[in-house]
């Protein structure tokens, strides 16, 4: 069974560093990128970037550009979203979601439960 | 890309043919994707490439368009379809979603 697991609740303060993880079981890890969707209160689905968990390239959005890092580690199955200098706007619910592409399409098949991240003085 | 839904919201009843449109801002073939959200929830794949019903979704759900102009129908709308359903486009990074049609169940 494939199983998307992420990290807990966090709670920050402006200016500091979030890190969330999201560990994968059911599949081999690197067969499928993991992308990161964001979704602040009360709004819609927003893309943030993704891995490939095989040779770690990355991509992230525009609006986060210099802000996420994401990354994989292979050794135990994990993907990790980093938000930097983080601020009130960033409180939102942070989603991992496999990727499964082929050559006439690409979908989100399975997805993590979600971590809120709450970012408050 | 842009993607645009409509309506933003909607309420139907139990029984009711459901239809949900989306506009891509530039064609996209077929890289459309639907996926239901429930408050609390992760979203879920209901439809992929435009057309395709992922496995384990209800054949009430259904999908169609190319280019530009897709649709999501729920040919009988059950209670337990209510929630928020967004597309999603896979044809060009950045990846982007629809704004969201919220369903309420009358």
């Known amino acids: 069974e494939v199983q998307l697991v992420q990290s807990g609740a966090e709670v920050k303060k402006p200016g500091a560093t979030v890190k969330i993880s999201c560990k994968v079981s059911?599949?081999?890890?690197?067969?499928?990128?993991i992308h990161w969707v964001q979704q602040a209160p009360g709004k819609g689905l927003e893309w943030m970037g993704f891995?490939?968990?095989?040779?770690?390239?990355?991509m992230s959005a525009e609006k986060f550009q210099g802000r996420v890092k994401v990354t994989a580690d292979t050794s135990v199955d994990t993907v990790y979203l980093e938000l930097n200098s983080v601020r009130s706007e960033d409180t939102a619910v942070y989603y991992c979601?496999?990727?499964?592409?082929?050559?006439?399409?690409?979908?989100?098949?399975?997805w993590g439960q979600g971590t809120l991240v709450t970012v408050s003085s | 890309i842009q993607m645009t839904q409509s309506p933003s919201s909607l309420s139907a009843s139990v029984g009711d043919r459901v239809t949900i449109t989306c506009r891509a801002s530039r064609s996209i073939t077929t890289y459309l994707n639907w996926y239901q959200e429930k408050p609390g929830k992760a979203p879920k794949l209901l439809i992929y490439a435009a057309s395709s019903v992922q496995s384990g979704v209800p054949s009430r759900f259904s999908g169609s368009g190319s280019g530009t102009d897709f649709t999501l129908t729920i040919s009988s709308l059950q209670a337990e379809d209510f929630g928020t359903y967004y597309c999603q486009q896979s044809y060009g990074l950045p990846n982007s979603f629809g704004q969201g049609t919220k369903l309420e169940i009358k």
């Open positions: 891995v490939d968990p095989e040779d770690g390239e990355t």
């Open positions: 059911g599949y081999t890890f690197i067969d499928f990128y």
């Open positions: 979601t496999r990727a499964f592409c082929d050559d006439s399409t690409c979908q989100y098949d399975f």
